[in-house]
């Protein structure tokens, strides 16, 4: 497939140069290439060709986009500009100690001008950017008249719905029918949603909300009458607007039999959304707290470096049934009220925080098909606090649990490990009857709480890693690792003709082969992982030109390992860097930005301008549209044809 010969770094390093250098494929060839689709047909539309290759391209493709007007890329200047003056008229100012969520910008304020060095050095930014705009003329692109067709054809049939499928699994064409019988299906559960018959009153809403927050003196601080409290101020900004109520949608379950439908509820924008990410901030740090936490599988990967553990040892998985909708909400805060007390918050805090969650998981209104809904039980999947509320419920949960095994049964042993993620499990037991006994009194806790468990002796499937018994633990009792990847996967990477920055391609390849290094003790297992990926690369449009330089290089693992564990402190000392954000497009893709944000030296005889322009700014680009994006793919029904 690819060979790895022994060449000198400076060739390689030059080899990869002159391959990240190449132009991406022609969108409309990168498309007819492309083997590996991705696509599950669910309905009983017929798709054609053009429709097919429009679909393979994927939820994240970017076609070229229209080039950026100069009006566009003033206007980004202007918030630099805006960004730099602001530092420099808080720079004598002490500190502010508020980096949360809670700083509301004020549009209405312009902070003065600069030092005139600092102007000086605004303006002839501007002036080298506008200058070398000058010499690229717009230009209008248009996709390819096959897509523009497909995308036609898709939009005007009324009978389908496109969704991206669960767990990543590519993209499902749904009769709507079906999406709505599933959708109800879920919907008319009595125990966790009613169906009202209208919207619900946003005045009543606010109104709510601000009885809680003056119960609580969070609307108006009792040093301060007259001045709202940060909390409330940001809290309150989502209903200055009209109301807008969360979106109810499914994404297929294509690896079930039959296919059902995860629920997500979309609240951005919603009357609880902001409240819910206000409690987000404060509540992920305590979620992290819990032994059990896991980040992710390279937390587990650690472990397995440094533990040794027993050959009588025995492997559990489980995974919690419908985690977010299951959760009693009393019970959940309950849960919640341990762990805030373990954090020796203020007893006026800790029921400010209770009140507030209750009322944003009381208040979870949504609307589907033109029906308005209540959720009674649980959490949304779509809602910030959503994950670390659960993940604090689950803590306080299996504390209880094993307490409970330590009391019911006196021989009772706990796990040499025990891990979760989110609402995975992973645990090694000394004894089999003791994960038994664990899952059973695990599932008769609650009565809506429920695991789906597996045993063994040899091996276990956790995350995107198996750790097993293999040549390591015989050894050194340490246990291996490989790269696990779900038999339904599509691996429907990027395609290397989408609109995306160059360093995009390579990052993620490059990144993905870091992760398969780590989670490989093995070098076979690593090896065969690298062929795979490659191959799969390849089915979807990349070259080996472009991907061999990228694949050469070797991986050290234990150099990754050390890496990832102290990457932390790598990190730029400076909080609050500047940032030029700008639109990605073909106009702004040839600036040389490095050059025009240079800083002279004059600009440093300002002693401010030390302090101020410390590190460069950094450049930031906001994507275009996505090709697949609505009325294509949309949280919204669509019902009617969309106008051409």
Known sequence: MYSYKHTHFRRIKNSCRKALSITPPPLKSCSLIMENTGIHNLSRHILTREETILLSLGTKFIPRPPDTSNTAILSDLDTFDRSVRTKHFFLNQPPSEDTSILRVKNTNWSPPLASPLVENYLLEVRSQILTQLAAKPTRNRLLPANLTKAIETLTADTSIIIKPCDK???????????YKTEAFRQLNDPATYQQLPGPPSQSTLHDSLLSLLDQHYMLFPPQKPDKQTKVATYILQSFKRPL???????????HKTPVTG??????????TYLASKYLDSIFKPISQLFPSYTKNSFDIVKIFESQCFQHSDIFLTADVTNLYPSIIIADGLRCLR??????????????????????????????????????LRGTAMGTPVAVSFAVIYLGIFEEEVFAKCRSLYT?????????????????????????????????NHSPSITAT?????????????????????????KLDTCLYEKPMNKHLFLPHASFHPPHVFKAFIRSNLCRFRINCSQDDDFLRAKDLYFARLLKRGYTE???????????????????????????????????????????????????????????????????IFKHPPLVSYSLPKRLLSAPIISSKLRTTPVPK
């Not at 807008?244 to 294509?254: C, N």
């Not at 009381?362 to 589907?368: A, H, L, Q, R």
Request: glycine share 2%; aromatic share 14%.
């Open 545 to 611: 030109t472009f991907l061999t330089p990228i694949f050469q290089p070797p991986l050290d693992r234990l150099r990754l390992l050390t890496a990832r564990t102290h990457s932390t402190a790598n990190k730029s000392e400076d909080s609050n860097p500047l940032v030029f954000k700008t639109t990605f497009t073909p106009r702004t893709r040839t600036l040389d930005l490095k050059k025009c944000f240079t800083y002279p030296e004059y600009l440093f005889q300002d002693p401010h301008s030390r302090i």
């Open 411 to 443: 021989d009772f042993l706990m796990p040499a490990l025990y891990k979760r993620y989110i609402d995975d499990i992973l645990a090694l037991f000394a004894k089999l009857i003791d994960a038994q006994r664990f899952i059973e009194v695990f599932n």
């Open 453 to 477: 468990a597996e045993y063994s002796a040899h091996s276990a499937i956790f995350l995107d890693i198996i750790p097993f018994k293999g040549p390591r633990f015989f050894e050194s009792l």
């Open 168 to 178: 990543n699994l590519g993209i499902a064409i749904l009769d709507l029918d079906w």
């Open 262 to 271: 995860r629920p997500i509820v979309a609240s951005i924008g919603s009357p």
């Open 338 to 375: 341990i762990a805030l007390n373990r954090k020796n918050l203020p007893d006026c805090r800790i029921e400010f925080l209770i009140s507030l969650t209750s009322w944003v998981l009381s208040n979870n209104y949504f609307t589907f098909d033109d029906t308005f809904w209540l959720q």
């Open 244 to 254: 807008k109520l969360s979106t109810f949608y499914l994404l297929p379950k294509v």
